[in-house]
């Protein structure tokens, strides 16, 4: 099997593991399973590796240990961020603006807030998948509380150019959040330099465990949320609920050796995107989804569309290459990527793509064989079809 | 014991047939017999082409007729791994079979001997649509 969908998760790094277990082993004279918030000895020892995960946390985004606030994941990071600051604020005559190739988890939130009435405004990227300083500028209103975008897209892996909009953001007593869980580990994140207000991490996405994930909340100036979840008051009172040590943990483990390979892992990835994507043009008529230049670009995603295929039987065909398809199944429930038919892209040229992400494990050899392997069987599948004419 | 035994083959279908398509939809998809076209137009080959609104597929049928039976078949397709596994079902039961035998075969049995569930029921019928266009052009060829 070749494993190429480290945008949907990846395993665990080695030093993750080993840092993780002492906090879920039974026994031990350290009692490292304590619960953080207990007040005595053994209490006091989980608690130190819970916030020295918040500082490694931290460190790689150029953030204070205090401005990390531990969730579930960054779905709830997500949650936590959009709703919370709309509920702070107040939710009568509010605006919210933000893009169509948002997460779920980003849409979805701003599809509730629509339901208890916020006004949200859904920008359409460029073909790109690029949404401009300029456009988001021109989207504002007295009334906008928050802008909500990706920092990179997990589909074409295309960089917002969140740095510029920042300032311009900050400048006008706008909210800004960044969901930069693609980003992480892949590109310099510097909060110190850079007037993010709330900007969601996962910890599964960058070799750490699933289940446990950050939100970034600025202290100065200070970015407000109404809590979602009540009870406890941990978490400074934005998120209550006893600490998953040996998650948290994991992830500050996680962000740790991330800190210390970030360029070499980048610099790897985009080599490797760029052969797999050389090996691939050889096939005629074949769209890159993705942007291609380098610096509108994750290093780690490459998302193409094979025109005269269908998407379903691309997939099937090739059970030995793990990736994700942008194809539906002939289901009328189900629609192929809305990421890309936001950027232009037709149904077909939607359902017939697929994305490869790349990741510290992927080899040189993996992208040839994954990419002979596609080369057939797009070849055979357009051979196969009456409506292909080369 | 059969705990694990179980898993290992349920490991083992898992890599070869990730997806949970049928067996006999899997097994037609990776092997689709009869694939490809007849090389020229010729006076005793017949061609029957369906789509449907259901989904993108496309199914052509292409059958050799001698003395009202066909003697070699083609298919060409456009779709999901069952429209395929359809057309090569289709196509290799026609060889061998006299033309008035065509004629009892519909989506209904291409359901049932491909296993093919509900929400898939619409490639059963491009095959029986594209089989009904073969027979036409079987009649203008024969008249």
């Known amino acids: 099997m070749i494993y190429l969908?480290?945008?949907?998760?990846?395993?665990?790094?080695?030093?993750?593991?080993?840092?993780?277990?002492?906090?879920?082993?039974?026994?031990?004279?350290?009692?490292?399973?304590?619960?953080?918030?207990?007040?005595?000895?053994?209490?006091?020892?989980?608690?130190?590796?819970?916030?020295?995960?918040?500082?490694q946390v931290a460190a790689l985004i150029g953030a204070e240990p205090g401005e990390i606030v531990w969730t579930s994941g960054a779905t709830e990071s997500n949650n936590l961020a959009i709703k919370g600051a709309l509920e702070f604020r107040g939710l009568d005559g509010a605006h919210v603006v933000t893009s169509r190739t948002e997460h779920k988890c980003v849409l979805d939130t701003c599809r509730y807030l629509e339901t208890r009435g916020v006004r949200v405004t859904y920008l359409k990227p460029e073909a790109d998948g690029i949404v401009t300083p300029e456009q988001v500028l021109e989207a504002l209103t007295p009334q906008t509380a928050l802008v909500s975008l990706m920092w990179v897209n997990n589909e074409t892996g295309a960089i917002q150019d969140v740095e510029r909009l920042a300032?311009?953001?900050?400048?006008?007593?706008?909210?800004?959040?960044?969901?930069?869980?693609?980003?992480?580990?892949?590109?310099?994140?510097?909060?110190?330099?850079?007037?993010?207000?709330?900007?969601?991490?996962?910890?599964?996405?960058?070799y750490g465990p699933k289940g446990v994930g950050a939100l970034f909340v600025r202290k100065r100036p200070r970015a407000r949320l109404a809590p979602q979840i009540h009870g406890g008051g941990h978490e400074q009172g934005m998120r209550s609920g006893t600490l998953a040590t040996h998650q948290l943990v994991g992830m500050g483990a996680a962000f740790e050796v991330a800190a210390s390979?970030?360029?070499?892992?980048?610099?790897?990835?985009?080599?490797?995107?760029?052969?797999?994507?050389?090996?691939?043009?050889?096939?005629?008529?074949?769209?890159?989804?993705?942007?291609?230049?380098?610096?509108?670009?994750?290093?780690?995603?490459?998302?193409?569309?094979?025109?005269?295929?269908?998407?379903?039987s691309l997939r099937a065909s090739l059970p030995g290459v793990a990736v994700s398809s942008g194809s539906a199944c002939s289901s009328a429930t189900q629609e192929p990527s809305y990421v890309l038919r936001a950027l232009g892209r037709s149904d077909e040229q939607a359902n017939a793509s697929l994305r490869f992400s790349l990741g510290r494990l992927t080899t040189a050899a993996e992208i040839e064989a994954a990419a002979a392997r596609v080369i057939e069987k797009v070849q055979w599948l357009r051979e196969l079809s009456p409506l292909w004419t080369p | 014991m059969v705990t694990g035994a179980i898993a290992v083959m349920d490991a083992v279908n898992l890599l070869q047939n990730p997806f949970g398509y049928s067996a006999p939809i899997w097994r037609l998809f990776n092997e689709a017999p009869h694939a490809g076209a007849f090389p020229a137009v010729a006076p005793d080959i017949a061609t029957g082409t369906a789509s449907t609104p259901a989904a993108p597929a496309t199914l052509r049928l292409q059958a050799r007729i001698r003395d009202s039976r066909v003697v070699d078949t083609r298919f060409r397709a456009h779709?999901?791994?069952?429209?395929?596994a359809v057309g090569a079902w289709i196509a290799n039961w026609m060889v061998g079979r006299d033309v008035e035998e065509l004629t009892q075969l519909g989506a209904r049995v291409l359901r049932a001997e491909l296993e093919i569930p509900d929400d898939r029921a619409h490639c059963a019928l491009i095959g029986e649509d594209a089989l009904q266009a073969l027979l036409s052009a079987i009649r203008g060829i024969s008249a």
């Open chain 1, 261 to 312: 390979r970030r360029e070499d892992d980048a610099r790897k990835l985009g080599d490797l995107r760029e052969a797999l994507w050389q090996r691939l043009s050889v096939l005629p008529r074949i769209l890159r989804n993705s942007p291609s230049s380098a610096l509108s670009a994750a290093p780690h995603i490459l998302n193409v569309s094979f025109e005269g295929v269908e998407g379903e």
């Open chain 2, 79 to 84: 779709g999901c791994p069952t429209t395929i």
């Open chain 1, 5 to 55: 969908d480290y945008a949907a998760t990846t395993p665990l790094d080695p030093q993750v593991f080993d840092a993780m277990l002492p906090y879920l082993a039974p026994g031990g004279a350290d009692l490292l399973w304590a619960n953080p918030a207990s007040t005595h000895a053994p209490g006091f020892r989980a608690r130190a590796g819970v916030e020295k995960a918040r500082a």
């Open chain 1, 167 to 206: 300032p311009l953001l900050r400048a006008r007593g706008i909210q800004f959040h960044v969901d930069a869980v693609q980003a992480a580990g892949k590109l310099n994140i510097d909060l110190h330099a850079t007037p993010i207000d709330l900007l969601s991490l996962s910890a599964h996405k960058l």
